[in-house]
Each structure stands twice: as structure tokens, then as C-alpha cells.
């Protein structure tokens, strides 16, 4: 059964830059069948898609963001990553990764399952 | 961008009722391409319904979603204890994939 595991600091200081991981057990990462995705929900508020990358390394993001996002993917670690530069109290929130259906496979770009979530506050 | 917008805000009921909720998108969303999610307190949201009318693997099925172009809702019949959360509808017609802000399900 596929899981997926949030892990990076709880705590980053404003204009730094938050990295976070994402470690993906229980099938592969290199499926061609999957991207891999970033989501994120600030307390108490909805839900933000970041962007999404492939076992190939292609990504694509929410132009509605600003370039400050990046993500990357080590197939070998079964891991893929988000980098978030300058950040702002604004970037407080809890940052999902979670599997995310193709249409070419699935029909769709659908999010499941999804880790459980870490929680990142921005504060000096 | 698509813009969803849920409601209602928050739904009062009680178990063994049935539940309605909407979801209106700014713009037809493409071959309905909608996902609904339920969420508990201090849970990872978990998919229900795919391409609007699709349940998703181990879903009950007194879960059941329709709808097509701007209007889509997610119904839920006999309300049992551990339904009651917030739910989200996502559209992933077209990039960036947008959510709703949430409808909050609670007993009554």
C-alpha cells in the first residue's frame, strides 16, 4: 500500500528558505503512471496546489504563485522535494505531498492518497 | 484560473439524514473533471469521488456525486457518525487545479 511522509522543519525564520521532503514506500516512484504533488493549507483555511513533478523531472506549477516554489525528485531515495525561497508569514501552513493521477492513465489529475501533512510556520 | 465556490458554508444535521452540498465552478469544467475530498480534524484530506460521479476505491456507497459544466454536488444519504467533516470539490479540468473553500458538515 502506497504511503507517503512529509518531513522537513517545523519552524523557518522570515526570508529563508524552507525545503521539504516527501519519501514514497510502498510502490514506485518511477511509475509512469503517476506525478508526484505539493499541496498546501494554511490554518484554519483551504487547500493550494503548488505544482506537480514526474519521474522524468518535468514539473509544472500554479502560475498564481510566484516563482519562489521548485521542486525536484530523486527516483533513487524514492523522494521527491519543494523548495521554497523568501519566505513570508504568508507561507505558514501545513504542506501535503500526495500522488497524483494522469489523465493518459487515469482519466484525470485527481490527488490520492495523501501524506499526513507537516506543518510549517514562518516566525522570526 | 477556476474559481469553485462551495456551499453551503456549514450544513447541520443529524445522523440518517442525508447531506447535499454544492459546488459552482466560474467556468465549465471540462469533461467532469471534479474530485470531491472529505477532511477530518487534523487529517490528510482523502479522495471520495473522481470525475464527478466516480467513487473512489473503498468509498461507501451512500456517497454519490453528480453533476457537469458549472454545477456539480456531492450527496451523502443516511449521515452515519464519522461523516460528519469538511469537504472539498477540486477541479482538474485545467491548470492551475483549483479547490473549494470548504463546506463544513456538522452535527446537528
Known amino acids: 500500500q502506497l504511503q507517503l511522509q512529509e518531513s522537513g522543519p517545523g519552524l523557518v525564520k522570515p526570508s529563508e528558505t524552507l525545503s521539504l521532503t516527501c519519501t514514497v514506500s510502498g510502490d514506485s516512484i518511477n511509475s509512469i503512471s503517476y506525478y508526484w504533488a505539493w499541496i498546501r493549507q494554511p490554518p484554519g483555511k483551504g487547500l493550494e496546489w503548488i505544482g506537480s513533478?514526474?519521474?522524468?523531472?518535468?514539473?509544472y506549477y500554479n502560475p498564481s504563485l510566484k516563482s519562489r516554489f521548485t521542486i525536484s525528485i530523486d527516483t533513487s531515495k524514492y523522494q521527491f522535494s519543494l523548495q521554497v525561497s523568501s519566505v513570508t508569514a504568508a507561507d505558514t501552513a501545513v504542506y501535503y505531498c500526495?500522488?497524483?493521477?494522469?489523465?493518459?492513465?487515469?482519466?484525470?489529475?485527481?490527488?490520492?492518497?495523501w501524506g499526513q501533512g507537516t506543518l510549517v510556520t514562518v516566525s522570526s | 484560473e477556476i474559481v469553485l465556490t462551495q456551499s453551503p458554508g456549514t450544513l447541520s444535521l443529524s445522523p440518517g439524514e442525508s447531506a447535499t452540498l454544492s459546488c459552482r465552478a466560474s467556468?465549465?469544467?471540462?469533461?467532469?473533471?471534479l474530485a470531491w475530498y472529505q477532511q477530518k480534524p487534523g487529517q490528510a484530506p482523502r479522495l471520495l469521488i473522481y470525475?464527478?460521479?466516480s467513487r473512489a476505491t473503498g468509498i461507501p456507497d451512500r456517497f454519490s456525486g453528480s453533476g457537469s459544466g458549472t454545477d456539480f454536488t456531492l450527496t451523502i444519504s443516511r449521515l452515519e457518525p464519522e461523516d460528519f467533516a469538511v469537504y472539498y470539490c477540486?477541479?482538474?479540468?485545467?491548470?492551475?487545479?483549483?479547490f473549494g473553500q470548504g463546506t463544513k458538515l456538522e452535527i446537528k
Open positions: 477540486q477541479q482538474y479540468g485545467s491548470s492551475p487545479y483549483t
Open positions: 470525475g464527478a460521479s
Open positions: 500526495a500522488r497524483q493521477t494522469t489523465v493518459a492513465v487515469s482519466g484525470g489529475n485527481w490527488f490520492d492518497p
Open positions: 467556468q465549465s469544467v471540462s469533461s467532469s473533471y
Open positions: 513533478i514526474y519521474y522524468s523531472g518535468n514539473t
